[in-house]
Structures are given as C-alpha cells and as structure tokens.
C-alpha cells in the first residue's frame, strides 16, 4: 500500500536521473533574451528565482512576471516594488484568488494569452513537485496549453517549499543583496514567515555544496519545454 501512496516519487526519480549530475554545473548565463518568471502568489518569484532574473537583466535581458493570484491591494503594490527592484519590464496580474488555480479553465486560457503575448524563450515556474496546488497548477496548466498550441522554450522549475533535485547551478552571490531587498518589500507575508532566512539558508547551503567560498546560489531543474511536459506525463500517468 506504502508503495502506490508514494508511485509518483518513484516515478519521479526513475525519469529525472537522466538529468542529474553529481556536480551540478554552473551556467553563468540564460543564453536568451526574453524571459517569462510565473509566480502562482505575489512572493513566488522573489524568494524562488529573484536572484537569477537579476542576473539575467544585468546582462542586458528581457524580463517580464506574471502573477497569477491576487491577495491584497497592499501585496500587489509589493509585489509592484519587488518587480521593479528585480528589473522586471512589464507584470501581468490575473488576479485569482489564492487556491482557485488546480484545473481551473479560465486559469489556463489567462496564462496561454500571456505566453502568446510574451513568447518566452525561458520561463521560471515552480516545480510541479513544490508541495501548494497553486504551484503544481502551473505545471498542469502548461501540459493542457501544449496539446493546444506549439511551444517552444526553457523551462527552469524552481522551488519554494519543497527541495529540488537540480540539474543547473547560478552563483548568485552579487546578486544576494538585491535578492533580499525584492523580498523584503513583501511586508504583509514577512510577519507571518521569515522569507529572508528561508532564502538565504537555502541559496547559501548551494552556493558552499557546489563551491567553497561560493556565498550564494539559486538552483533549477532545466529542461526544454517538451521534455518537461513528458517528464509530467510520464510521472502522472
């Protein structure tokens, strides 16, 4: 019985060996221009992959968000701050309340308009593991999207409250500050949770497991968009 409970984690680690390495590499650049980071909630992004996205636009490149629920008026226009601290072009705002997304249709349709709009070369996202249904919807979402319209990008899955097996390492170390100040805005989910600690405990535990010295690193599980939608269906199915 233990043993169907846990058929997904099974399937799981049988089809993501392929792209473990013992030695996560590091990758200094996302090697493209326009970028799309999904926040499920108005934090996702800042504490999940902020200092990633800041390297990316330091670079010179194209970076827009989309948040995909709504809480409050005060956390939108923290997450206003966050974005424009993170380098952020232009937010897409779908205002859904918060666990409403799981196989919800009008979800779906809102986030194939913004990749149409957008039309990311690499998108951030939460891995369909990270344990909220918001972030797995995500993952669910663009599994419907894809039977619908061709896409073609990165995916780097990132994660929030569940570990992550990585397969791609970015020093984030002179991004670190900039990353605290993003989260930082969000003061209404602070009081609740030490987000700072939370991010920085994990970016500091990669950064020293990949490299002595490294302070800081943000890590993902890349894959090319179709191999991430067949890594789902092969766990779900």
Known sequence: MRCLKNRHLFRLYEHIQVFIN???????????????????????????????????????????????????????????????????????????PARSLNGNKDFRENLENVLNAVKPEAIFLPFFFDKHDDHIAISWALNKIKKKINLDFIVYAYSVWSPLNPNCLFDISKEWDIKRQAIECYKTQLVTRDYIKIAQGLNQYWGEVKERGMMYAEVFLKMTVQEYISFWNKVFK
């Open 22 to 96: 013992y030695s996560i590499p590091k990758e200094d650049s996302l090697y493209v221009n326009k970028v799309l980071a999904i926040a499920p909630h108005q934090d996702d992004e800042a504490v999940g992959c902020a200092g990633t996205l800041v390297k990316h636009v330091k670079s010179g490149g194209h970076l827009e968000i989309v948040f995909c629920t709504k809480d409050s008026q005060e956390r939108m226009e923290e997450s206003k701050k966050s974005a424009e601290i993170i380098g952020s072009k232009k937010n897409h705002y779908m205002h859904f």
